[in-house]
């Protein structure tokens, strides 16, 4: 699966975006979104499995992001509301036709397609 991901850009602490990711040449199966910041390691932020929905998040988005998909489309999304500094990163989608346990949700190596990265950035 090839996946695009859009919607980064800069704004204000306390600001919201959405972020999308499109995937083409395959349906999307379950569908994490991770982020990285300078000189820290990827990690997860919000995922959605394919089987039964279930979703998770990463502590520090609780409450702020939603995640969500749209089959038709081949679409998932990234609510982000609140934003803070400390969210600022390259944003990832990615992928796997698994579906992993809760647990494991959040971690890059449950998933096999990545996007690019779209770039946030939260500064006043």
């Known amino acids: 699966v090839q996946l695009q991901a859009s919607g980064g850009g800069l704004v204000q602490p306390g600001a919201s975006l959405m972020l999308a990711c499109a995937g083409s040449g395959s349906t999307l199966g379950s569908i994490g979104w991770f982020r990285q910041a300078p000189g820290n390691q990827r990690e997860g932020v919000a995922a959605i499995r394919n089987g039964d929905g279930k979703i998770a998040y990463a502590d520090s988005v609780k409450g702020r992001f939603t995640i969500s998909r749209d089959r038709a489309k081949n679409l998932a999304y990234l609510q982000m509301n609140t934003l803070k500094p400390e969210d600022t990163a390259i944003y990832y989608c990615?992928?796997?036709?698994?579906?992993?346990?809760?647990?494991?949700?959040?971690?890059?190596?449950?998933?096999?397609?990545w996007g690019q990265g779209t770039l946030v950035t939260v500064s006043s």
């Open positions: 990615a992928t796997t036709s698994g579906n992993p346990i809760y647990g494991a949700m959040l971690r890059p190596n449950m998933y096999t397609d």
